[in-house]
């Protein structure tokens, strides 16, 4: 590839990603927060109902619509450590602490994914980060979570 071919490659990567950020996608779909939320609920009770393959599928496309909805990425970082694809997760969790870092789930998602696939380290690092925000968080079922998550890197490490 060229450097002409290069340049407008990221020229069009640039206005596919300002697009997506923009909501463009949902617009373009005809989907308002009323229709995610639905949809949100749908691909919730898909996961319920053990078939998280079709549950991420729906999650991702709720990211793509809205990347910058911390819930969406949430829903799509636990649904991708259940079916073990620690890179997507990691990918949505990383989106949640830069949206939202005092948050605890984006740490507490990271951290699992970093066990999963074995950066011990990282793991460590956004567990504690999860333990300390999760706190004095609305969301307290992630601290007992991250406690869990901490004794299974105990067990890693020894």
Do not use: W
């Amino acid at each position: 590839m060229n450097a002409v071919d290069k340049k407008e490659s990221f020229q069009v990567d640039q206005q596919l990603n300002d697009a997506l950020l923009s909501g463009a996608l949902s617009k373009e779909l005809g989907l308002g927060e009323r229709e995610l939320g639905l949809a949100l609920g749908v691909a919730n009770l898909k996961l319920r109902s053990g078939n998280p393959s079709k549950a991420l599928q729906m999650y991702a496309m709720l990211v793509l619509c809205k990347p910058t909805n911390v819930d969406f990425q949430c829903a799509l970082a636990n649904c991708a450590l259940q079916l073990q694809e620690y890179e997507v997760a990691l990918q949505a969790a990383s989106a949640v602490v830069a949206m939202a870092p005092a948050d605890c789930r984006g740490y507490y998602f990271s951290g699992a994914a970093c066990l999963g696939l074995g950066q011990f380290g990282d793991a460590k690092e956004d567990i504690v980060d999860a333990i300390t925000f999760a706190e004095n968080s609305p969301h307290q079922d992630i601290h007992a979570a991250c406690l869990k998550l901490n004794t299974q890197l105990k067990s890693k490490l020894s």
